[in-house]
């Protein structure tokens, strides 16, 4: 009796322990370390939910480079991106965390290099002259110098994250195009449309010179732009106003997020 007993007690056993290990779901392997590099559009200016340890950087829990932390969970995750930063704020104070062992890096930058805020303020209280004229300037500087800062700031990051993979976020166009329109000029909402499509061409060839990604998002954003209707960019805004044209938190999760979760 004794004897029956163990075996079906040791029969139970392995019945449980087989059906325990066909219905445990595998765990998931970490993702990647994580580093996210930038300006205002990788720091989530304009998508609220903001991070108050961040300052004046206005980095947002609705930006896409939380998005992708919250859906991936890597290994490891920082965030350097601030408002405003150019070329330069990057090499010099965003690189910090990035090591050998980096996994993905991700950054939009570029933008304020070539004036992107003073473009905008100068079409919103310029004349159309004013506004083709700094917008002239600003795909000049693009075209001539941006290249050389991008290059360094490209090779500052591969030399201190060798084995990560660098998606490079460009930006979307600003207007919807041949739509009324209560604002600003047709001849303005062309010109700064075409003057994110001059960034975004040297963005991208400069980042397939060094083996980067771009991530394009004027696919996503398309439909999306201001006079759309379905707007996922502020216009103007009198406070704060360093949302002004800038995504909103359902441009980071419907524009930005997509571009970067199907190229990391």
Request: proline share 4%; glycine share 10%.
């Amino acid at each position: 009796m004794r004897r029956t007993t163990s075996l079906s007690a040791l029969t139970t056993l392995i019945v449980t322990l087989a059906f325990g290990l066909l219905w445990t779901t595998p765990a998931h392997a970490a993702g990647p370390a994580y580093v996210a590099l930038g300006d205002s559009y990788s720091a989530g200016n304009g998508a609220g939910n903001y991070d108050s340890a961040s300052g004046s950087c206005h980095r947002s829990f609705s930006a896409y480079p939380y998005l992708w932390k919250n859906a991936h969970a890597p290994s490891s995750f920082a965030d350097t991106s601030c408002s405003g930063a150019v070329t330069t704020d990057v090499t010099n104070g965003q690189l910090g965390p990035l090591n050998a062992s980096t996994g993905l890096v991700s950054l939009t930058i570029g933008g304020n290099d070539a004036g992107f805020s003073d473009v905008m303020t100068t079409c919103v209280v310029g004349s159309d002259t004013d506004c083709v004229n700094r917008v002239n300037q600003a795909e000049t500087y693009a075209r001539n110098t941006l290249p050389a800062r991008l290059d360094a700031t490209y090779n500052a990051i591969r030399a201190k994250a060798p084995n990560a993979k660098v998606v490079v976020l460009g930006y979307p166009r600003v207007y919807t195009l041949n739509v009324l329109c209560v604002g600003l000029s047709d001849t303005k909402h062309r010109k700064i449309d075409e003057a994110a499509d001059v960034l975004d061409g040297v963005i991208a060839a400069r980042a397939a010179a060094h083996g980067f990604v771009f991530g394009d998002v004027r696919g996503t954003f398309n439909g999306h732009e201001l006079c759309s209707g379905d707007d996922w960019l502020h216009s103007l805004v009198v406070s704060p106003s360093w949302e002004s044209y800038h995504p909103t938190a359902r441009g980071h999760s419907s524009g930005y997020y997509p571009v970067l979760n199907a190229n990391s």
